[in-house]
């Protein structure tokens, strides 16, 4: 089993570009989570989804980010018209069942907004 | 408010001195409670989960409900030890992160 994998791990965009961060859950597993990094903090929960649903986008700041985890291929994280201050370490887990079991990290993707 | 605090950015011990690192929360209900490990260049990983009560890499870990603590402490760091740890407050699937301690050990 791979385990999470997250692409691209590394991705720079000039400010109002759009970024497509991308996470393939573990084998199995049909529960995704983004997290969020920003220097010197703690990863922040943006959102939990299932297959074709999102269960909970409370932490995702309310404009211009997105997430989907489609029936088919990986979980995408999208957000458009980048600023600055999106530059932050992204990170995708997941678990076979809700928060009551560990979740399962990915390497993350480091997002550059020059 | 559900909160997780590691109140110590950096620490640094020598090798064969014990560690403690330090994790407070604050959190309602019935808390879930872990540690994850994250060497260098490498993934987040978990090291230990209040639930379980199991020794990894000679770390142990205790809830202490009346102290709101999940203190990490190993006896002998090694410098394989040497990582970012993070205490995670768990419970539901929203996982509450802390910033993080850095541990060094030193040779």
């Known amino acids: 089993n791979a385990g999470v994998m997250q692409n691209p791990r590394h991705l720079v965009r000039r400010r109002g570009q759009e970024a497509r961060l991308r996470c393939s859950p573990m084998k199995g597993h049909s529960h995704v989570y983004w997290y969020r990094q920003l220097p010197e903090e703690g990863l922040k929960f943006m959102v939990y989804?299932?297959?074709?649903?999102?269960?909970?986008e409370s932490g995702m700041p309310k404009e211009r980010f997105s997430a989907e985890f489609p029936k088919e291929g990986p979980s995408i994280l999208r957000i458009q018209q980048v600023v600055r201050g999106d530059s932050a370490a992204y990170f995708c887990?997941?678990?076979?069942?809700?928060?009551?079991?560990?979740?399962?990290f990915g390497p993350g993707t480091r997002l550059t907004v020059t | 408010a559900q909160r997780v605090t590691q109140p110590e950015k950096l620490l640094s011990v020598f090798k064969g001195a014990p560690v403690e690192l330090k994790c407070n929360y604050s959190?309602?209900?019935?808390?879930?409670l872990f540690w994850y490990v994250q060497y260098s260049r490498q993934r987040l990983q978990l090291l230990l989960r209040h639930i379980s009560r199991e020794s990894i890499k000679g770390f142990t870990a205790d809830l202490n409900k009346g102290e709101t603590s999940f203190h990490l402490k190993k006896p002998f760091a090694q410098e394989e030890d040497s990582a970012m740890y993070y205490c995670?407050?768990?419970?539901?699937?929203?996982?509450?992160f802390g910033t993080g301690t850095r541990l060094k050990v030193l040779a």
């Open positions: 995670a407050l768990g419970g539901t699937y929203k996982y509450i």
């Open positions: 887990a997941s678990s076979p069942q809700d928060g009551s079991y560990e979740q399962y």
């Open positions: 959190y309602s209900g019935s808390p879930e």
């Open positions: 989804l299932q297959k074709e649903n999102i269960i909970d």
